[in-house]
């Protein structure tokens, strides 16, 4: 079920505060800060039904979805919720924190064969707009926010295969949030987003650096700045390298159509192809030599617009439009299939539980 948040929580975030800070595409807040009393369809914010009984969560429909090929809808995510974060684990895709009535510290996990969505343990505090990676069989969770306030955070976490509970690694260097992070060649590098600060200015510039962590050492260090600062950006990785693509300056617009590629190994950025268009608040997934960039946010509208990369080429091509218009959004690329989850539908506060995936062909 779709939930939206009083359009009074994006006044105290866009031209009722600052014209659009560090947290624009963040809706949702506190706990239960400015919640509705009933959602859209009339049920309870708590997704019960008007008469009280329980939802059907997870259900597949249980959102409004309208596709058409090559676009299917799939088992909702179970709770209307965005500014969210996906990787892959073990052949199920884990979709971690982000804000729902509040922020949250629910880690969701799906397994596509099975066609049901499950739970991991809780991360240690709620969390939005943080970075979630797997590596050897282990999850990660780096940064982040935590509440309203939109301050980037220097805690991480770890997720044992097999445990029961975080525990903390050491903190990054520099606090971070809406960034993204991968795994190169045995190291999580985390690019892009921002950090602390107390003018936009410096925020941007604190989320240059690239951060590269050692889970043998538990140890972060320091690489190369990023050319152009950017958050809500996106990206994935290729061939041993960090393609970063879009994103903001801390406002909803403009959005940028930049690439920009590091290479752990050398330390390097290099200049990757442009967007067709400007995107920030999205996401993004690979597979079989291609990328697809998804959705995005502007002052007025969310983005149903899907860019696909041909990475031998690369070359961007149009591709069939998402059917519900997102941002805030995880995407994930799994068993021949790309799924675009949850989000937003519309600016700022407007959250989904829609899942929808394509075939890659």
Known sequence: MRTRVL???????????????AGAD??????DAGAPDTTRDGSAPDGSAPDGSAPDAGAAGCGPCDAEAPWRCDRCLGAAAQEIVATVLDGRIVVAGGIERGVVPTVRVYDPAADVWGELPELPEPRHHVQLVAFAGDLYALGGMRDLGFDALRTAWVLRAGADAWTPIADLPRAR?????????????????????????????AGRPALLYDP?????????LMPTPREHCAGFVHEGELWVLGGR????????????????AEDRWRAGPAMASGHGGFAAAAAGGRAWAVGGEERARALDLVEELDLESETWRSHAPVPTPRHGHAMAAIGGRVYVI????????????VVESFAIE
Do not use: M, Q
């Not at 300056?249 to 290479?263: K, N, R």
């Not at 949850?342 to 539980?353: I, K, L, T, Y």
């Open 7 to 21: 359009a009074a929580l994006a006044c105290a975030l866009l031209a009722c505060g600052d014209g659009g800070g």
């Open 26 to 31: 963040a809706g949702g807040g506190g706990e």
């Open 177 to 205: 949030a809406a960034g993204f992070a991968g795994v190169v060649e045995g190291r999580i590098v985390l690019v892009g987003g921002h950090g602390a600060g107390r003018a936009d200015t410096d925020k941007l510039e």
């Open 216 to 224: 043998a050492e538990d140890a972060w260090s320091e690489g190369a």
């Open 249 to 264: 300056p801390l406002t909803l617009e403009p959005t940028f159509d930049t690439v920009e590629i590091y290479d752990p």
């Open 342 to 353: 949850g989000g937003a539908d519309e600016p700022v506060f407007a959250a989904v539980d």
